[in-house]
């Protein structure tokens, strides 16, 4: 639904600028009988200009020649139109045959002026906005290629627990120690006992490594972040890297918790093994994991 409302937003967008692009080709078009100062004082002079009449802002000049045709021209609001056309060198016996009526002020006119000229550059402006904020979502890949896409469970409510892992009974025991110094770590802390910097559970597919692990968070109560090595794993160098950063931190907002990663084997391996050397992405990887579990 919200992709939807986004796509027609955007429409509408590109619709209001393009509508605003018409309108001003049309209003510079239809000012092309537009002359300048200078040849209205030539026709002044002359005596073809039967009235000048100067609108409310001060700026536009409606004039009507004595065969009927009717042109425009523009000045500046603070100048007086009498003393510039002389100044250009208008007759000034000629200038006072000419009918300069001027039209009452328009409460809205520069108003309206100024919204005209701004109005294209408000849309790019919000259109521009709009493009910026799409692109930072959660749904464009192209801006979070160094996000975590580790997956959080809360342990408010667990869902898994060493009940539902039928056998196994000799991985629970070793894990039961954990659990039990993530919920009260103050009793092994004041032996000078520490948590182990990490778990690796060895076995085939499918029997229960990845459900055990959410067994151990499940009884501890704590958050337990979920990712799959493979996911570090870009085109882009320095991704991985990037990536097990961002997971490392978003646990340690949540500490106490439990990072699980399944299949590490796709990153972890022998160091200066990859075809790349040190600058292999999947070596880099692999000694950004390393790092942070020291830490």
């Not at 004595?66 to 500046?76: I, L, M, W």
Request: aromatic share 8%.
């Amino acid at each position: 639904m919200s992709s939807r409302l986004s796509r027609n937003l955007l429409m509408l967008m590109l619709f209001a600028v393009f509508f605003a692009a018409i309108w001003q080709f049309m209003s510079s078009n239809g000012n092309d009988n537009s002359i300048s100062l200078n040849r209205l004082v030539t026709q002044v002079n002359n005596g073809q200009v039967r009235e000048i009449k100067v609108d409310g802002n001060g700026e536009t000049l409606y004039i009507t020649l004595n065969d009927d045709r009717e042109t425009t021209s523009r000045k500046g609001a603070e100048q007086d139109l009498a003393s510039t056309l002389i100044d250009m060198g208008a007759v000034p016996d000629r200038l006072y045959e000419v009918e300069m009526p001027v039209a009452a002020p328009s409460q809205w006119g520069g108003m309206l002026n100024l919204l005209g000229g701004i109005f294209p550059l408000l849309l790019f402006g919000g259109f521009l906005i709009f493009m910026l904020r799409q692109a930072q979502g959660s749904n464009n890949q192209a801006m979070s290629f160094g996000k975590s896409r580790a997956r959080m469970f809360t342990g408010d409510k667990p869902t898994v627990t060493f009940d539902d892992v039928a056998g196994a009974e000799e991985a629970k025991q070793e894990l039961a120690e954990i659990v039990e110094f993530l919920k009260e770590p103050e009793k092994f802390m004041a032996l000078g006992a520490r948590i182990p910097k990490g778990v690796l559970m060895v076995g085939p597919p499918g029997t229960g490594k990845t459900l055990m692990a959410r067994a151990v968070a499940g009884e501890a109560g704590v958050p337990f972040f979920s990712i799959s090595g493979s996911e570090f794993v870009e085109m882009f160098v320095g991704v991985g890297a990037s990536r097990v950063r961002d997971l490392f931190e978003q646990a340690k907002e949540k500490s106490p918790c439990i990072i699980f990663i399944d299949e590490i084997d796709a990153v972890g391996r022998q160091r200066g093994a990859g075809l790349g050397g040190s600058h292999d992405e999947r070596e880099q990887t692999l000694n950004q994991i390393l790092v942070e579990m020291d830490g």
